[in-house]
């Protein structure tokens, strides 16, 4: 696994499946053994499967077995009427204009919202990309494969939900593992994307729970780690952008660290960055700061010379840039103990 992250860290081959593999690999949804393969991934999507059939269902269906199975026990079944349920039949939870908390139309309501706010953020992940927008078929298959994770996640983790850029964070997973040219693999891209995505997302939850903003594992927390060490790799800098020019890099780095950087260059780009990002055996956090500090020092001239709004058009705004140069910077920024 060590020569594996050595490799992907300086960036993983597009084509023949490579990096859809190397990145299961090194997220662990994948183990080492490759013996263990067939059968720990026949588990896993097994597994999403069920989650699906049990968190996708409308309760409508919910309530429709409910009544199909009192119909067909016989130690139930009382008269030769209709066979529907009578009111006092069918259980309160059960019922559409039941308000109790554990009533499944009751948060069947509560859902919508959440989901209609899923649908809107499918609809606009990369418009540019025919991968994910338009009306070909193709496209709406992977809209809904990106619907079906974000609900299933959103229902599975009651305490973040949905938050929107989920869809942003994503969407490269789901590209990579629905274009591996093995066709067994690509057709279960949904299930494997499902899991990974849980992965990542597990190292950055904490960026998406609003209650922890402030803490010290929250987002806020992330953002001044990421000004301190501006400050230990190149003072000047820091100092005209927070002191001088009273730039809060809250206003560019939140997009930055809580989108993993998915905005802020092309498609192609940002799955090299993840490349490196993902190798970190640390996990990626240190390795995204690197690369946010390095993004601002291989601009430091133009930002140097610039003001409050030059500065934040700029940075806002990332201009293109070699991104094999700047993840070398950013290699070049840990220190000798992470090396």
Known sequence: MREIRRIASQGIPDGGGVRSTVWK??????????????SDLAKKRSQYKHFKEELLMNPSEITRRFEKSAICDPDDYKSESSGLLSRSEIPQGEHPLSLGKSSVWNQFFQDTEIIEQIDRDVKRTHPDLHFFSGD????????????????????????????????????????????????????????????????????????????????????????????????????????????????NPQFYAFRWITL?????????????????LLSDPEGPQETLLRVCCAMLILIRRRLLAGDFTSILKLLQNYPPTNISHLLYVANKLRTPSSS
């Not at 994770?149 to 994503?170: D, S």
């Not at 000004?227 to 001088?244: A, G, N």
């Not at 998915?262 to 498609?267: D, K, S, V």
């Open 25 to 38: 690999l090194l997220l662990g949804y994948l183990p080492p053994d490759r013996s263990l393969w067939s």
């Open 136 to 247: 070909s078929p193709f496209a709406k298959s992977n809209q809904e494969a990106l619907r079906n994770i974000l609900i299933v996640f959103a229902k599975l983790n009651p305490g973040i939900r949905y938050v929107q850029g989920m869809n942003e964070i994503l969407a490269p997973l789901f590209y990579v593992f629905r274009n591996d040219p093995d066709e067994d693999y690509a057709v279960s891209a949904e299930a494997d994307t499902f899991f990974c995505f849980v992965e990542i997302l597990s190292g950055f939850r904490d960026h998406f729970c609003q209650q922890l903003d402030n803490s010290v594992v929250g987002i806020r927390s992330t953002i001044s780690k990421l000004s301190q060490l501006l400050k230990e790799h190149d003072e000047e800098l820091w100092r005209h952008l927070e002191v001088t020019t009273k730039v």
């Open 260 to 276: 993993l950087l998915t905005q802020e260059f092309n498609f192609a780009d940002s799955l090299h960055i993840w490349d490196t």
